[in-house]
């Protein structure tokens, strides 16, 4: 399997323009998170679904964000408009099973940088 | 709600040292406790995973985690480190709720490795 995929790896955007970032978890997965990292505020989770469905968006920050998953194999995190605060790293991650003792699997992530 | 707590923010270890990197964790209800690494530039992985039984956990790259309940602690340790272990390391506590679960990542110990 390749591993979970996301796309861009990097992006560069103005302030106030529109930014999505797409992933593609493992086949089979049934649970998808989206994470934010950066230095100050360390692994933040701002979104998970379960079989497609949003279960806790209480992590995203604000309107200007949001997040999809039309299937079971393609998700979107979208910002509308960018500020350069949003500038970080973010993670898309899958999981089997949706308990909390699976494990989850990281792709590589996509760093935002927003100017 | 559940958190964790990584002691150190940064160790530095010469090369064939033994390592501990300390994790605290406080949580009303049953958890389970990982520990990922991330390399540069790429997306964390596991490393391993306490769900039951054996309080000692092995892990890859010959990392081992010992879970002690009563002072909610999940240390992780080496006995001989390598310059390839320099990288962060993240503890996190996972744990169902209401509609799902919910899993907290902590701060992250930045491991160096000297040689």
């Known amino acids: 399997d390749a591993g979970v995929i996301q796309s861009p790896r990097h992006e560069v955007t103005e302030m106030g323009q529109e930014v999505t970032l797409r992933c593609k978890p493992i086949s089979g997965h049934n649970s998808l998170f989206w994470y934010r990292q950066t230095m100050m505020r360390g692994l933040e989770l701002l979104i998970y679904f379960n079989n497609n469905v949003p279960i806790d968006d209480s992590g995203m920050p604000e309107d200007r964000f949001s997040a999809k998953m039309p299937n079971a194999s393609f998700s979107t995190l979208k910002i509308q408009p960018s500020e350069p605060r949003d500038s970080a790293v973010y993670f898309c991650?899958?999981?089997?099973?949706?308990?909390?003792?699976?494990?989850?699997?990281f792709g590589q992530g996509t760093r935002l940088t927003v100017v | 709600a559940q958190s964790v707590t990584q002691l150190d923010s940064q160790v530095p270890v010469f090369e064939e040292a033994p390592v501990e990197l300390r994790c605290n964790y406080s949580?009303?209800?049953?958890?389970?406790l990982f520990w990922y690494v991330q390399y540069p530039n790429q997306g964390l992985q596991l490393l391993l995973k306490?769900?039951?039984?054996?309080?000692l956990v092995k892990g890859i790259n010959g990392f081992e985690a010992e879970f002690n309940k009563s002072q909610t602690s999940f240390h992780l340790r080496k006995p001989s480190v390598h310059i390839s272990d320099t990288a962060e390391y993240f503890c996190?506590?996972?744990?169902?709720?209401?509609?799902?679960?919910?899993?907290?990542f902590g701060a992250g110990t930045r491991l160096f490795v000297k040689a």
């Open positions: 949580s009303s209800v049953s958890v389970y």
């Open positions: 306490y769900l039951s039984g054996s309080t």
């Open positions: 996190a506590v996972s744990a169902s709720g209401t509609g799902g679960f919910k899993t907290i």
């Open positions: 991650a899958s999981s089997k099973g949706g308990q909390a003792n699976t494990e989850a699997f």
